[in-house]
């Protein structure tokens, strides 16, 4: 047997590595050629073979495994998307391209494709060649008329070709029988395969007869000889296309090609040759010899061509087995896979590059315009003049042609201007991807900034632009029109289709137009007959093109596609022209005439009427030639994508949902695209390369044509959403991805791995994302309806924020968090907007940020929303799949609350707030001072709702119960039910309060009776609802304040002079009067029925209660009280029925009552030169929220301490503040809404920190437990496994030291120079040393044995921690001093000398000296791991390390003076291995001893803290970092504000572990043992972050069995900490 042997035909080297070229999506951008474009996104493979059966198992090998992995590989690494075109795949020979389809192909793939375009397969029988398609006229006589000189029957050529005359030059075409074919018989199938043999002999030998007659050359002759893998090979490499088409050498372009030839030798048997073979003939032979042995080597070694040839020597008495056939194959397999993926990787192949999309679609447009049209004149001559300042508006109906005019018009403005330097923006609104008014402004805003030199790349998205409203984008935009353009540098902006977008997103920016327009501006804007502006304008009028210039181009495009058409079909033509006079039909016409015969019978009914008729034509016809359900579905995915669809995407959708016996091929979609590429082009989309339509009127005839059943759009919307979310079509199982969507039990299943779809979501920094998954994704989930996998699969999805953050989609994602379509289906709308919030708030324009930030933003409010804790889950496994990462293990406390629902930033421009009220269930009602009125209910960003009433401007707005009341102008009051539709009903008043029409104080409402007083009358109307009736009562003063019972049967009204009536409503009865001894006027009152008594507060705060037990008598006073301080007014009250607080604001305190006794509670003064605008109780009084003057926040007091605990921003100065039963409300003074969970406050404000900023933080070892301390008199110890303070222990006096002995069993305390010793496991003072001169310092060696007190002044004492005696007394005063590891020396620094003294004597035994006064030592540390020895910094730079015990040093080196050691940063880990040197600004220098080199770690900002991990494994540093976007104007938006970042870096090599931006500003920094990094924040709360390190071999843990979320949920209650004591006195005295 023998074995395959490779060789290769090249010139320079034989090597296995192929350069390689890949085909890009880019499709056709004019009618007559592809322009191949530099952005690559697609890779595509053309596959040849010699006989299509015999490599059947070579083939079938390649696509089964080499090009899905290669399609693997491409997507996940470089982005790229590849696509195998082999014309053969199909098993049916019918569904085969021919010839000049094939060459098509190869021709795409080749001028588009920026890796490997051609892959041919050459086996060891030449194949036969078939009658060619067409054969010229001249030539096709000539065949005839020497075959007939010869006697050879000619009956069967002209029975199978005819001419034609419309071929240029006028052919022979073979008729075509593929129709005919498809319909016959199978029992037909071999006779007719019979019948095709003996054709293609006879021509053969038609042939041969003119070669031997010496009329035709042997070289054209061999052209009729060739197979169809010879003529495809030639074609490819021999025919190198001109280079206007494609900028790429001919060397290189037959370069990326591969060919591999296989040669058998003895490859039929003893066997075989005994019957009848297909044995090659000596032609056969020499063609095979010719191509193998002549032509590929011969471009090999001239051109660069790789070549692969493969010899197999068989048996001959077996010959060519299957078994040898399957090792060929395996090896080729092999071959071909690492041919392919070395040619991608060292081929240089990446996407990105080029121009911009907008720039590119506007290309793509102007190659379109094949008609000059003379309207271009009067759009130059409009650009050219410089005193023109009114707009240009482009007017015409459909398809006349506006788009393409104006696309080619910017094209062209920089040479109508060549003596300035225009900037040029062309904005095509009808084909934006997002269409809402904030991206259009925004859209525009950033690329005139961006073309003035004043920005980033406009395809960049700012989180600035989330808190912008329309008016200031719009203040923005109006600016940049007037400040940025000049005469010099003119800024030409066309607007184009801004008349087919809605009215609210077009309507912004018309308002934004100035009139007049500035000198430098240009602004041009296409609309249909009736102009969108509404100023002054210069008007241009789109008619349609002239009846010339059309016919022209109708010629032009027969011309380009080889075709004319008689006379009489011209004349029809002509007529057709005539009848629709738009461009659009004359190409549409140009597709049905070059498929017209010179003896085709037309008739003017075979053409049809119109653009939407010969669309409907063209589909149909397309349907008949490729399959109906092919094109049906086709055409239906590109017109219901949401961006276009790649054209891999295409095949794998079409290969979905095909039945099995008819699964399209991927040269079926390609023929199919080949076909529609005159008007299906490809812009890039998010990076991806897809198909759009060039006429929208082809997708509305799509829509039309099959889709205008509701069912079948949703039919095709949901298996979009199958395939991008990478489930499988029908239900079935596939193999399980792990990056589909998510869905949780109860959701639509399927969670396989979809074909076209194989890689999903990932957050790594490795990989590529799939833009195009984030992008079609949702919007299919939503358009068919699966509510619930839309939810929960990927708006409440780390790995789809992820996803959307790194696509640059954060504004869109945080834009359909907060949406409120669909909202009636959705389950988790408070969720979905806590999410919103912290991406608004936390996130920065870096991904890297997003999963600390999610989690930090999270983690405290689990206990409220449960259904995120498998959000924070997913951002734990995205971790520990990415191998490494920084974890948040314990949330520091947080500092403000973010909200939960906001109001539109887009309503109410210029008007503010009059009056807001708002009911128990959260309806919030709002009067504006321009008279109109809204609610706000529910959530999402269109919860917000006018109120429709004609013709009525409001005057204020009032709550009470389940009903909201309006006051009109006209002096109407309108009530609203809530619980109820929106139908206001009107309350009936008695003719004297109507005429009065003064404002509404108030009123009440009970069940069906409403009670209504106005300012400054002394009368309460009643009403009815259920009957509509009304009553008044009449008081003795004007009143001020009124509550009626339960039932409302009484009713009790506060009179201005501090009087109290009482009225029965059901007769209508007086019953008495009773008055205070304050005589001030009652302003709110409070009826307990439960109780009969009612409680009243006048307007200086006192408290009043009556006794209303007596149902005939007037209410007696029992009880009058006052809380004294200013006599200032009361600025609201709030009552908690829950716990019986009664809360009175005054702005210089907030008091507080205890309903039970009626006796004040407490009393909260204000801060010192502010005061209180109002106060609110939440969370059943818990807290307290209050409104300062002049501050753009609300902030928080718990009850129990009195301690402010936590802020709530708003959008800007806070106008009024609203309880409901849920959470809390602010109506900022434009009227915008900003709301939180009255739980989510709660958590947070019930989160442990300490009362100050966290000075030092030491951790046990065994990780069970950690110290705090903040400069007071409290160190707190925490427990890891629940996150919150476990003991408090106190002190006289703040604490100034805090240490941990090793084993953790004593905690020493340094407090105003007494050392305290702590029994950690009993929680007991054990020791309190006074005396001894007062400590600055404390130590414990590391044996646990003794304590070290360093004094500044004094002596050091060295003592016993077990009883407090002093063991020595050192009198040397060292500073920076420290234990030896060996627990022997007390070292130090004094005067530049580095001593060490004995822990047992006190003596300074060891001196490291300086060396003549020039060896100053300025730092130093002890290594742990090797006990006798330190590390010693000099001044001069010098690096020492010194033996203690024998006082032996050795020098090192000296390092560079950028590298000097700071002494204040200077750190070593315990074996010595690495030490820090210095953090200075944005660098840290680092000292690696074990290898004597020098390392820099640059900072994205300034660096705060720098700390090594003692191992010598990591580095944790802080450092700053704000963005230069200026464009938020809110307080909650605190991107433009420095925000610290904590970052962990590994040692070993420099590599980022992972980064965390942290909430707050940071106070301490401390690294474990454990792999944990500890910060304590400024506020007194700690965080503590964990490392997740995939490359770490040392064992330690990391964190990954950790559950913060498990933790978040346990939350203290006030004073949850044990109290330690410290003893009263020193039991232990120096002297």
Request: glycine content about 8%; hydrophobic content about 35%.
């Amino acid at each position: 047997m023998g074995t395959p042997r490779t060789r290769s035909h090249r010139s320079t080297d034989v090597s296995d590595r192929v350069a390689g070229v890949f085909k890009s999506s880019s499709s056709t951008c004019a009618p007559t050629q592809r322009v191949r474009t530099t952005h690559c996104v697609c890779v595509c493979v053309c596959v040849c073979n010699a006989l299509c059966v015999d490599s059947l198992v070579e083939r079938r090998a390649l696509r089964e495994s080499v090009f899905p992995e290669l399609r693997e590989q491409c997507r996940n690494t470089l982005g790229l998307d590849v696509r195998v075109i082999d014309p053969f795949e199909s098993s049916d020979p019918s569904r085969w391209p021919d010839e000049n389809t094939r060459q098509q192909l190869i021709t795409e793939c080749r001028n588009s494709s920026a890796g490997p375009f051609l892959l041919a397969l050459v086996g060891h029988r030449y194949g036969a060649a078939g009658p060619p398609a067409q054969v010229e006229v001249a030539e096709f006589q000539l065949l005839l008329r020497e075959s007939q000189r010869a006697g050879v029957c000619t009956r069967e050529l002209e029975r199978e070709y005819r001419r034609d005359e419309n071929r240029v030059p006028p052919s022979f075409r073979r008729r075509d029988r593929r129709t005919c074919r498809q319909q016959e018989e199978e029992e037909e199938e071999e006779e007719e395969e019979a019948e095709e043999e003996e054709l293609r002999k006879m021509f053969q030998t038609s042939v041969s007869l003119c070669v031997q007659a010496g009329v035709m050359s042997p070289e054209r002759a061999q052209s009729f000889y060739r197979s169809v893998l010879d003529a495809d090979l030639r074609f490819a490499l021999d025919d190198p296309p001109p280079d206007d088409v494609i900028d790429r050498p001919p060397d290189d372009i037959i370069g990326r090609c591969l060919v591999y030839v296989h040669r058998v030798v003895d490859a039929q048997g003893e066997r075989e040759k005994k019957a009848p073979t297909f044995d090659l003939s000596p032609t056969d032979s020499r063609l095979l010899s010719s191509l193998c042995d002549d032509f590929l080597p011969g471009l090999a070694a001239s051109s660069r061509l790789l070549v692969y040839v493969t010899t197999t020597a068989c048996d001959r008495r077996h010959g060519y087995t299957a078994a040898r056939r399957r090792g060929y194959a395996e090896a080729l397999r092999r071959q071909v896979r690492s041919d392919l993926l070395r040619m991608i990787d060292g081929g240089g192949v990446s996407p990105g590059g080029g121009e911009g999309p907008r720039e590119e679609l506007c290309g793509i447009l102007s190659r379109l315009y094949d008609i000059t049209r003379p309207e271009e004149e009067e759009v130059r001559a409009f650009v050219e003049q410089s005193g023109q300042q009114r707009p240009l508006v482009v007017t015409g109906g459909p398809c006349t042609g506006k788009t393409v005019l104006l696309a080619h018009c910017a094209q062209q403005v920089k040479s109508w201007l060549p003596a300035c330097d225009p900037v040029v923006i062309i904005y095509f609104c009808n084909l934006s991807t997002d269409r809402s008014p904030r991206r259009l402004l925004s859209s525009l805003c950033r690329r005139i900034a961006v073309g003035y030199g004043g920005g980033s790349s406009p395809e960049q998205n700012h989180l600035g632009d989330f808190d912008l409203r329309l008016p200031e984008l719009k203040a923005r935009l109006s600016s940049l029109f007037t400040s940025a353009p000049s005469t010099q540098r003119p800024l030409v902006l066309i607007l184009d289709g801004l008349d087919q977008v809605e009215r609210d997103v077009a309507a912004p920016v018309l308002e934004t137009v100035p009139s007049p327009l500035p000198r430098g501006l240009k602004l041009i804007l296409s609309s249909g007959v009736t102009p969108v502006l509404p100023v002054p304008c210069v008007r241009v009028g789109m008619g349609s093109a002239d009846g010339k210039r059309r016919a022209d181009m109708l010629a032009a495009l027969l011309r380009g596609s080889g075709r004319t058409v008689t006379s009489g079909q011209q004349a029809l033509l002509n007529r057709a022209l005539t009848s629709c006079r738009l461009a659009l039909y004359a190409r549409l016409l140009h597709l049905h005439a070059e498929r017209w015969r010179s003896d085709s019978d037309v008739a003017e009914s075979s053409l049809p009427a119109g653009v939407h008729s010969s669309v409907s034509a063209l589909l149909g016809r397309l349907q008949r030639k490729h399959g109906a359900a092919l094109v049906a579905r086709a055409v239906s995915y590109l017109a219901l994508s949401r961006t276009g669809l790649t054209e891999a995407e295409l095949a794998d959708l079409l290969a979905r949902e095909a039945p099995d016996e008819r699964v399209p091929t991927q040269v079926d979609v390609e023929t199919l695209l080949l076909d529609l590429r005159r008007f299906l082009v490809g812009r890039t989309v998010a990076g991806s390369r897809v198909l759009f339509w060039t006429s929208r009127h082809f997708q509305l005839v799509v829509v039309e044509k099959f889709l205008g059943a509701r069912e079948a759009r949703r039919e095709i919307h949901a298996a979009m959403a199958e395939y991008f979310g990478g489930r499988s079509p029908r239900g079935g199982s596939s193999k399980p991805n792990e990056d589909a969507v998510r869905v949780e039990d109860g959701d639509p299943p399927g969670v396989g791995e979809a074909p076209g779809q194989t890689f999903g979501f990932s957050f790594r920094e490795v990989g590529r994302l799939n833009s195009r998954k984030v992008l079609e994704l949702p919007h299919h989930l939503r358009e068919s309806a699966q509510w619930a996998a839309l939810e929960r699969g990927l708006l409440m999805s780390f790995a789809f924020h992820g996803a959307a953050v790194r696509a640059g989609l954060l504004a869109d994602l945080v834009a359909a968090l907060e949406g409120d379509e669909g909202a009636c289906h959705f389950c988790f709308p408070r969720e979905k907007a806590l999410l919103a919030s912290v991406l608004r708030s936390r996130v920065q324009s870096s991904p890297l940020h997003l999963p600390s930030a999610m989690e930090t933003g999270l983690l405290p409010y689990l206990e409220v929303f449960p259904e995120l804790e498998g959000y924070v889950r997913e951002i734990g496994e995205e971790r520990r799949r990415a191998g490494s990462g920084l974890g948040v293990s314990l949330c520091p406390a947080p500092s403000s609350v973010p909200s939960v629902r906001r109001s539109p930033r887009d309503e109410a421009e210029g008007a503010s707030v009059r009056e807001a009220a708002a009911t128990e269930c959260g309806i919030v009602a709002e009067v504006m001072d321009d008279g109109s009125a809204r609610v706000w209910k529910g959530f999402g960003r269109h919860a917000v709702r006018p109120v429709a009433k004609e013709e009525t401007t409001f005057t204020g707005v009032k709550s009470s119960g389940r009903f909201v009341l309006f006051s009109t102008r006209r002096g109407e009051l309108l009530l609203w039910d809530v619980t109820r539709p929106e139908m206001f009903l009107r309350v009936i008043e008695d003719e004297a309060s109507r005429e009065t029409a003064n404002r509404v104080e108030g009123f009440a409402a009970c069940r069906e009776k409403v009670f209504v007083w106005r300012a400054g009358e002394s009368s309460v109307s009643s009403f009815d609802v259920s009957d509509e009736t009304s009553a008044r009562f009449q008081c003795r003063g004007r009143v001020t304040g009124a509550v009626c019972s339960s039932g409302g049967g009484y009713l009790y009204c506060g009179l201005e002079g501090g009087a109290l009536t009482a009225f029965d409503t059901d007769t209508g009865g007086f019953l008495g009067a009773s008055s205070t001894a304050s005589r001030s006027a009652i302003t709110w009152m409070l009826l307990r029925e439960d109780e009969r008594e009612l409680a009243c507060v006048d307007g200086t705060g006192s408290v009043s209660v009556w006794d209303v037990a007596s149902k005939t008598t007037p209410p007696r006073l029992v009880r009058e009280s006052s809380v004294g301080g200013d006599r200032d007014g009361v600025q609201n009250i709030d009552y908690s029925r829950e716990i019986g607080i009664l809360l009175v604001c005054r702005s210089h305190q907030v008091a507080l009552w205890d309903t039970r006794d009626w006796e004040p509670r407490d009393r909260f003064l204000v801060p010192r030169g502010r005061a209180f605008v109002q106060a609110a109780l939440c969370q059943q009084g818990r807290l307290f929220l209050a409104l300062l003057d002049a501050r753009p926040f609300v902030l928080a007091w718990r009850l129990g301490t009195g301690e402010c605990v936590l802020s709530l921003e708003t959008h800007e100065r806070p106008r009024a503040l609203l309880t409901t039963a849920s959470g809390v409300v602010c109506v900022a003074g434009d009227g915008r809404l900003t709301a939180w969970d009255s739980g989510m406050i709660a958590a947070a404000a019930a989160a442990p920190k300490m009362g100050r900023g966290v000075t030092e933080v030491a951790v046990d070892r065994s990780g069970a437990c950690f110290y705090t301390s903040d400069g007071s008199e409290a160190v707190w110890r925490w427990s890891w496994d629940t996150g919150l303070p476990r003991d408090n222990f106190l002190h006289d006096a703040p604490v100034g030291r805090l240490r941990l002995s090793p084993d953790g069993v004593r905690l020493v305390t340094l407090s105003a120079g007494e050392v305290y010793v702590w029994r950690t496991d009993t929680g007991r003072n054990v020791l309190r040393v006074s005396g001894g001169g007062g400590a600055a310092d404390v130590l414990i060696a590391p044996n646990g044995n003794v304590g070290v007190t360093i004094s500044e002044r004094g002596s050091s004492r060295v003592w016993k921690l077990e009883h407090g005696s002093v063991v020595c007394v050192i009198r040397a005063r060292l500073s920076d001093a420290e234990v030896s590891p060996a627990s022997t020396f007390l070292l130090g620094l004094r005067r530049g000398d580095l001593l060490a003294a004995s822990l047992w004597s006190g003596a300074v035994d060891k001196r490291f000296s300086r060396a003549g006064g020039s060896e100053r030592v300025v730092a130093f540390r002890a290594l742990s791991g090797h006990p006798d020895f330190a590390v010693v910094m000099a001044a001069s730079g010098a690096v020492f390390t010194w033996k203690v015990a024998e006082e032996t040093l050795c020098r090192h080196f000296r390092l560079p003076y950028r590298f000097r050691c700071r002494p204040r940063d200077f750190q070593a880990t315990e074996d010595g291995s690495f030490a820090l040197l210095s953090a200075d600004g944005e660098v840290i220098n680092l000292l690696d001893l074990s290898r004597v080199r020098l390392c820099s770690l640059k900072a994205e900002g300034p660096v705060v803290k720098a700390c090594l991990d003692k191992t010598g494994c990591y580095a944790a540093y802080i450092y700053t970092t704000s963005t230069s976007s200026t464009t938020s104007t809110t307080q909650e938006d605190d991107l433009r504000h420095p925000r610290p970042v904590l970052a962990v870096v590994r040692l070993a090599d420099g590599e980022t572990i992972g980064r965390a931006r942290l909430p707050k500003n940071p106070s301490a920094l401390v690294v474990c043992e454990r792999r944990r990094v500890f910060v304590g924040f400024d506020d007194g709360s700690v965080g503590a972050f964990s490392i997740s390190d995939a490359a770490a071999v040392d064992g330690e843990s990391d964190g990954r069995g950790e559950n913060p979320s498990r933790r978040s949920k346990r939350r203290p209650c006030d004073g949850g900490a044990l109290r330690r004591l410290p003893r009263e006195t020193a039991n232990v005295i120096w002297p």
